[in-house]
């Protein structure tokens, strides 16, 4: 058998409500600090599967996958926390949003 290790993931927000126009700010956080660990945000629209926003790989910089790139931003403030952002919403971001993370 081998070992594995478990880490809780918190989203801040679990229901918001955004007005179109108005700015998007999803945050999250992890609780191990033992190691480097990989982010990722997803998103699920309803009726459809789960796309990947953005990723940031270890300390790397975030990456944003292209049919999202110049809307979301992704930042990771420390090797715990990261955030998604966009500046002006739009209707057809009514989505789930989930927040994931892996050790490096």
């Known amino acids: 058998a081998g070992l594995s290790q478990a880490i809780d993931v918190t989203q801040e ?3 918001l409500i955004i007005q179109p126009g108005n700015k998007v700010d999803l945050s999250c956080e992890h609780d191990d600090t033992s190691g480097t660990y990989n982010m990722y945000w997803y998103q699920q629209r309803s009726g459809h599967s789960l796309k ?3 990723m940031s790989i270890g300390l790397s910089t975030p990456t944003v996958e292209k049919e999202f790139e110049g809307h979301w931003t ?3 403030e420390d090797a715990k926390r990261s955030s998604l952002r966009k500046d002006k919403a739009e209707a057809q971001d009514t989505a789930v949003y ?3 993370s ?3």
């Open 102 to 104: 892996s050790i490096t």
């Open 98 to 100: 989930f927040c994931a």
């Open 52 to 54: 990947l926003i953005a």
């Open 74 to 76: 992704m930042s990771k």
């Open 13 to 15: 927000q679990r229901s």
